[in-house]
């Protein structure tokens, strides 16, 4: 008789960059961190998922071609997806640091160095 052992669910990042190069560095580095990795190319591609009610975390790149990464976080809001985001960018401006503080979404700032990003989507996932 084998005594079946439940695997831990490995939490699903889902990136969201127009940078195909940035896309992919981000899943890898994270596949090898641990978790499931989902990515698409904009704000856009991001509203038509079928996206999981939990164990999934966002990482949405600010400055992306159409909707921005804000304003598609705001549509996810408004269609009442609740799981956790952050947002990545680089030299956010203070009027990007306010919306996103008023949005509660962290902002990593690129370049993403050593563990800033995992550690984040960690906290972010623990609800801290």
Do not use: W, Y
């Amino acid at each position: 008789m084998h005594l079946v052992v439940p695997t831990a669910v490995r939490p699903l990042v889902i990136i969201v960059d127009d940078d195909p190069a940035v896309r992919s560095s981000l899943a890898f580095s994270l596949e090898l961190e641990g978790f499931q990795v989902d990515a698409c190319e904009s704000g856009e591609a991001l509203l038509l998922r079928n996206l999981p009610d939990a164990h999934a975390c966002l990482v949405i790149d600010e400055r992306l071609p159409g909707i921005s990464g804000l304003q598609a976080l705001a549509q996810l809001r408004g269609r009442k997806v609740n799981l956790p985001a952050l947002l990545i960018t680089s030299n956010p401006k203070p009027a990007t640091r306010a919306a996103a503080a008023a949005a509660g979404v962290p902002i990593v700032e690129k370049p993403l160095l050593c563990d800033a990003l995992s550690g984040s989507i960690r906290a972010a996932l623990a609800g801290i």
